[in-house]
C-alpha cells in the first residue's frame, strides 16, 4: 500500500522544455489536486479533479495542463516551461476530511 | 490568495516546554485542519475540526476554533525533539460547494533538546 507516489522526485528542464509529473495513488480517493510550495507563500493549489475524466482549475493554472484519463492517476504538464515555474510539487488526494500528499517533486527550470 | 495566516512564522522552544501556533482565515469555512511538514518531505494531516466544533484533541494535540474571530490554535504539548517541522493550517471554505483546502504560510517550530 504506497498510498500517494509521484515520479520523478527531482527534475531540471531548459527554458522552453516541457515535461510530465505523475502522480499515482492506491487509496481509490475521488479527489486529487496539485499545488505548488514556494518560500513564504505556502501551498498554493494548480489544478484539481473531483473525479475520472474531469479536471478544474485551481489559483494558479496558468502554464500547466492536467489530466485524470484514470482514477488512480493525475498528470500536471508543463508545456514550455519557465524559470517562473522552479518549485516544489505536491499531489494530495482525499475521500473528504484529511488530505494525503506525495512526497513532493523537485523542479528547477534554468 | 492565502485564506489562512499563521502566526508567529517561527517558533523556538525547548523540550518538553509547550508550542502554539495560532491561524486566523477570512472567510467562513467547513472545517480547519492542521498539517505538519518535516524539511523536504510531504505535508502530513493532523487534525481536523469542523465548524460546528470549539476544541479537538489528539495525543498531545489540542486544536481550538473561535468562528466568531475567524481563527484557530494548535498547542503542542510537552514537546519533543521530533516534533521539529513546519506546521500548515488549511480551510475548507462553505462557498466552494466542494472540499477544496486553502493553505496559509505556515510556522516553522524548532525544538531543542
Known amino acids: 500500500n504506497a498510498g500517494v507516489t509521484q515520479t520523478p522526485k527531482f527534475r531540471v528542464l531548459k527554458t522552453g522544455q516541457s515535461m510530465t509529473l505523475l502522480c499515482a495513488q492506491d487509496m481509490n480517493h475521488e479527489y486529487m489536486y496539485w499545488y505548488r510550495q514556494d518560500p513564504g507563500m505556502g501551498l498554493r493549489l494548480i489544478h484539481y479533479s473531483v473525479g475520472e475524466g474531469t479536471t478544474a482549475k485551481g489559483e494558479v493554472p496558468d502554464g500547466y495542463n492536467v489530466s485524470r484519463l484514470k482514477k488512480q492517476n493525475f498528470l500536471l504538464g508543463l508545456e514550455s516551461a519557465a524559470p517562473s515555474q522552479t518549485s516544489v510539487y505536491f499531489c494530495?488526494?482525499?475521500?473528504?476530511?484529511?488530505?494525503?500528499f506525495g512526497s513532493g517533486t523537485r523542479l528547477t527550470v534554468v | 490568495s492565502q485564506q489562512g495566516e499563521e502566526d508567529p512564522q517561527a517558533l523556538s522552544i525547548q523540550e518538553g516546554e509547550n508550542a502554539t501556533m495560532n491561524c486566523s482565515y477570512k472567510t467562513s469555512i467547513n472545517n480547519l485542519q492542521w498539517y505538519r511538514q518535516n524539511s523536504g518531505r510531504g505535508l502530513v494531516h493532523l487534525i481536523l475540526?469542523?465548524?460546528?466544533?470549539r476544541e479537538k484533541h489528539s495525543g498531545r494535540l489540542r486544536v481550538t476554533l473561535d468562528t466568531s474571530k475567524k481563527s484557530s490554535s494548535l498547542l503542542i504539548t510537552a514537546s519533543r525533539a521530533a516534533d521539529t517541522a513546519s506546521y500548515f493550517c488549511?480551510?475548507?471554505?462553505?462557498?466552494?460547494?466542494?472540499?477544496?483546502?486553502?493553505f496559509g504560510t505556515g510556522t516553522r517550530l524548532l525544538v531543542s533538546p
Open positions: 475540526i469542523r465548524s460546528n466544533e
Open positions: 494530495a488526494t482525499t475521500l473528504g476530511g484529511g488530505y494525503t
Open positions: 488549511a480551510t475548507d471554505s462553505e462557498n466552494t460547494g466542494f472540499q477544496k483546502l486553502v
